[in-house]
C-alpha cells in the first residue's frame, strides 16, 4: 500500500495515509528525542532499527493475543498499521527503578519493584507529559471505564510476555511506556514499542541498551539499539 499525504509529524515518526481510510503507514525517522523534544539529533539507521524492532516485538505480542495496529512491513523504515482513534494517555509500567519514578519518590536507580508499578501519563509535550490518575481520565473523558481497565490489564499482559522475551536474550526489562487506541471500538495497542520508549539493562553487567544512552550522553546509542536487535535475533540488513 503507497504512502499519501502526511496526515501527523511526530518527535520521531511521521504518519501519512493510504488509499484504504483504515490503514496508515508509520515512517520511522532518524530523528532521537529526549526531554519532550529538547534535545533532537540525528542518529544513523535508527529508524531502520526501530522500524524493524518495532515489527518484531509487535508480532510476538500479537501471537500472545494482544491486539496491536501492526499490519506488515513495508519497507526498511515504513510500516503498515490499523488506523486507530488514539486515546491520550500512556500507560507505564516499571520493573525497576529508573527515570521519573527516582526523582518522584526518592527510589534509589535499580530498586527492584515488586509488584511492578503501574502510572498513566497525559500525552502532552506542552505540559512534560504530567502523571495523571483514572479520576483525570473520567474528569475529562479521555477514556471510557471499560477502556481504562483494558489498558491496564493489557500493558501487565504486555510485561508478561516481553520480560521473558528479554531475559531469554541476557537482559531486563526496567520499564516501558504503551499508547493505546480504538479500532472498530476494540482497545488496540498503538504507537511502537523500541528502545525510544522501554529501559532495557544487560542482565549480568546492568549496561544500560536503551534510549538513556542518549538523553545521558553515554554514547553508542544505535550500537547499542542493534546489540539489543541482535541478541533476539532480529535480522537488520
Ligand atoms: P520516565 O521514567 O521518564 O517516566 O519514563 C518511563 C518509561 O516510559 C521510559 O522507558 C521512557 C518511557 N516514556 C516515553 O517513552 N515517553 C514518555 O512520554 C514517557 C512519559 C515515558
Ligand atoms: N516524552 C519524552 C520525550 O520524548 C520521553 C523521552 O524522554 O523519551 O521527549
Same mark, same amino acid.
Not at 493510504?18 to 490503514?23: G, I, K, Q
Given at each position: 500500500?503507497?504512502?499519501q499525504t502526511e496526515l501527523y509529524r511526530? +518527535?520521531?515518526?511521521t504518519v501519512y495515509t ?6 496508515l ?6 530523528? /532521537? ?5 529538547? +534535545?533532537?539529533?540525528? #542518529? ?7 522500524? +524493524? ?6 508480532? *510476538? #505480542? ?14 526498511? /523504515?515504513?510500516? #503498515?498499521? +490499523?488506523k ?37 501519563? #497525559? ?15 473520567? /474528569? ?14 493489557? /500493558? ?29 471500538? *476494540? ?15 544487560? *542482565? $549480568?553487567?546492568? *549496561? ?14 544505535? $550500537? ?14
Open positions: 500500500m503507497e504512502k511526530g +518527535k520521531a515518526k493510504t488509499e484504504d481510510p483504515n490503514r503507514v508509520l515512517h520511522f525517522r532518524n530523528d /532521537t528525542s529526549a526531554f519532550d523534544g529538547e +534535545k533532537i539529533e540525528q #542518529l544513523d539507521r535508527k529508524g531502520m532499527i526501530n522500524n +524493524k524492532f518495532n515489527h518484531f516485538i509487535m508480532s *510476538k #505480542l500479537e501471537q500472545a493475543g494482544i491486539p496491536t495496529q501492526v499490519e506488515a512491513l513495508l519497507s526498511d /523504515t515504513d510500516s #503498515l498499521v +490499523k486507530l482513534e488514539m486515546i491520550p494517555v500512556e500507560c507505564v509500567v516499571r520493573n525497576i527503578a529508573a527515570g521519573s519514578i527516582c526523582r518522584r519518590l526518592g527510589v534509589e536507580e535499580g530498586q527492584v519493584l515488586n509488584p511492578p508499578t503501574f502510572e498513566f501519563f #497525559l500525552k502532552n509535550d506542552a505540559l512534560h507529559d504530567p502523571m495523571i490518575n483514572e479520576s483525570h481520565i473520567r /474528569t475529562f473523558g479521555w477514556a471510557e471505564e471499560r477502556d481504562i481497565e483494558q489498558m491496564k490489564a493489557l /500493558t501487565f499482559k504486555v510485561n508478561d510476555v516481553l520480560k521473558a522475551l528479554f531475559d531469554e536474550a541476557g537482559m531486563l526489562l526496567v520499564d516501558y511506556k504503551l499508547e493505546f487506541g480504538l479500532f472498530e471500538g *476494540k482497545i488496540t495497542l498503538g504507537d511502537e514499542i523500541t528502545p525510544d520508549g522501554c529501559r532495557l539493562w544487560d *542482565k $549480568e553487567t546492568r *549496561k544500560k541498551m536503551d534510549k538513556d544512552r542518549f538523553r545521558q550522553g553515554l554514547g553508542n546509542v544505535v $550500537e547499542a539499539y542493534e546489540e539489543v536487535a541482535a541478541r533476539l535475533g532480529i535480522t537488520l540488513d
